[in-house]
């Protein structure tokens, strides 16, 4: 969502995202033509970590982990009430990296033969989607998880993720995945399925009802069950409808565009869902990729069928080049070779990873703000700590 250029406040920063046409929330920002790339000055993650705060965000956590061991670094704070200084082990809201925990769920159950890929949408879920021109029978579940169904994203008409007023009435309501998808089948699809990229929280919305409907229980359960707890990863939730995030926690800000920032840090998740609604930190995210890359949550031919990409051109203006998969993105590294991950923002977090294809090296980057508009500088310094931190290793 490009708004206009205007003097930025300290702790100024993206909380909702855009995909070119105003896609509010849980996603991937393409900033507006003409922006300026601010990066981290090259040196230790302490002072990487510390460019990406003075580009205005409240707080921001930052690890990075290799074969020589994990080293983290801290910057800002995590409550602006009290002071209270940001802290590794801080949770917060992950936002749309929850697509790569969903995308693995769903590629499991592959693996297991009770879905396939090139099942349709209709045959899965009959009547779900349908009207205004959209056909979930012509839709797979490859579309889905790789963001080429064409499906409208209905958090670009969904007020709770992008307007302060409509945050304050809505945010402890609870809404089921049937209402969201229904938000989506109000708009005709954006392309026929297949022939372009464009990401749509729709799709994870609808991944998320897959997996309830092909097993009986729900996504989070199934995250929970297969993901959570063989990993071992004690801060990593994937709440349903509770709005709290437990224990020590950094507290986000937005002022959705405006130029006064409230306390979003209570949100009933329900609104995010498969999308965007879980909740971890930094150092289970990253056992978490580790996981993954090493090949300890998929067998090798859906680890395979998870990294085969197409391009998404619309992200090109934060990373060039970019690629997605089936829940995860493909980012080339400045030098040379490419690494995965998934970003996410909902209003008050932005969390940014980046892991080596052997799963060895990894690097997670959170940061809050108030939000009073799209801060592309945070953005581009946290992806720059990313690319330093992962090319400094040598590895690629």
């Known amino acids: 969502m490009a708004t206009a250029t205007k003097p930025r406040p300290r702790g100024h920063r993206v909380v909702t995202t855009a995909l070119v046409t105003a896609l509010a929330g849980l996603g991937l920002m393409t900033p507006a033509a003409g922006s300026t790339a601010t ?4 040196g230790t993650l302490r002072q990487q970590t ?3 705060q003075r580009t205005g965000a409240v707080g ?3 690890r990075s982990t290799g074969p020589q061991g994990a080293r983290h670094a801290t910057a800002g704070v995590s409550d602006r009430r009290t002071g209270r200084l940001a802290r590794p082990d801080d949770k917060f809201r992950i936002a749309s990296t929850t697509k790569t925990f969903v995308a693995t769920v769903v590629l499991q159950l592959v693996g297991e033969g009770r879905l396939s890929l ?8 009959p009547g779900v989607v349908s009207g205004n021109g959209n056909d979930g029978n012509r839709i797979t579940v490859r579309q889905l998880l790789n963001h080429t ?3 409208f994203n209905y958090t670009a008409d969904f007020p709770l993720l992008s307007d302060a007023a409509a945050f304050r009435a809505g945010r402890f309501d609870t809404w089921t995945d049937t209402q969201l998808v229904a938000i989506a089948m109000r708009h005709a699809p954006n392309f026929a399925p297949g022939t372009k990229w464009e990401y749509s929280n729709t799709n994870y919305t609808l991944a998320g009802m897959i997996i309830e409907r092909t097993i009986g229980r729900s996504w989070q359960r199934e995250v929970t069950r297969r993901i959570i707890h063989p990993l071992g990863l004690r801060d990593t939730y994937a709440p ?6 437990p224990d020590r926690h950094l507290r986000g800000y937005s002022a959705f565009g405006g130029s006064a920032p409230i306390d979003v840090t209570l949100f009933n998740p329900s609104g995010a869902g498969a999308a965007g609604g879980m909740i971890s930190n930094t150092a289970d995210l990253t056992r978490f990729y580790s996981a993954l890359m090493k090949g300890k949550l998929l067998g090798p031919a859906q680890l395979a069928e998870m990294k085969k990409t197409v391009r998404a051109e619309e992200l090109d203006d934060l990373w060039p080049g970019a690629r997605y998969g089936l829940g995860l993105m493909r980012v080339d590294l400045t030098c040379g070779g490419s ?10 977090y932005m969390t940014r990873n980046g892991v080596s294809g052997d799963g060895r090296h990894v690097v997670v980057v959170e940061a809050t703000g108030d939000g009073s508009a799209p801060d592309l500088d945070t953005m581009r310094a946290a992806n720059a700590l990313i690319d330093e931190q992962l090319c400094a290793t040598g590895r690629k």
Do not use: K
């Not at 349903?240 to 995030?245: E, W």
């Open 50 to 52: 510390d460019a990406v």
């Open 39 to 42: 990066h981290p000055a090259a």
């Open 240 to 245: 349903v409808t509770d709005p709290r995030i």
């Open 118 to 125: 090139d099942d349709t949408v209709g045959e899965l879920l």
């Open 60 to 62: 921001v956590l930052a």
């Open 339 to 348: 690494y995965y991950g998934h970003a996410g923002d909902i209003p008050g």
């Open 149 to 151: 169904s064409g499906l």
